[in-house]
């Protein structure tokens, strides 16, 4: 199952389940659509892959499966 992320790696933002700003790739390292856009040009800087709108999960299958809650921040810095 998908961990959604509750965090930005990059610049920390709040990103909950229902974030339409969300990007992940296909480790499922976590950015926003800013960080994406305008500091890493839509690639991963941990894995090199796509970085993609992730999918929110429908509110009532939060309620069995929620987010996660393990913020993870700067394990790469990001590019300027
Ligand atoms: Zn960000
Ligand atoms: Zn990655």
Redesign the pocket.
């Known amino acids: 199952m998908l961990v959604l992320r509750p965090n930005c790696e990059c610049c920390d933002k709040d990103l909950p389940a229902e974030s339409q700003e969300a990007r992940i790739?296909t480790?499922e390292?976590t950015f926003c659509a800013d960080c994406v856009r305008d500091r890493l040009s839509g690639v991963?800087p941990?894995?090199g892959?796509e970085l993609l709108q992730r999918p929110r999960r429908p509110a009532d299958r939060l309620l069995n499966n929620p987010a996660s809650t393990e913020r993870v921040h700067h394990r790469v810095p990001c590019a300027a």
């Open positions: 790739c480790f390292c991963c941990n894995c892959g």
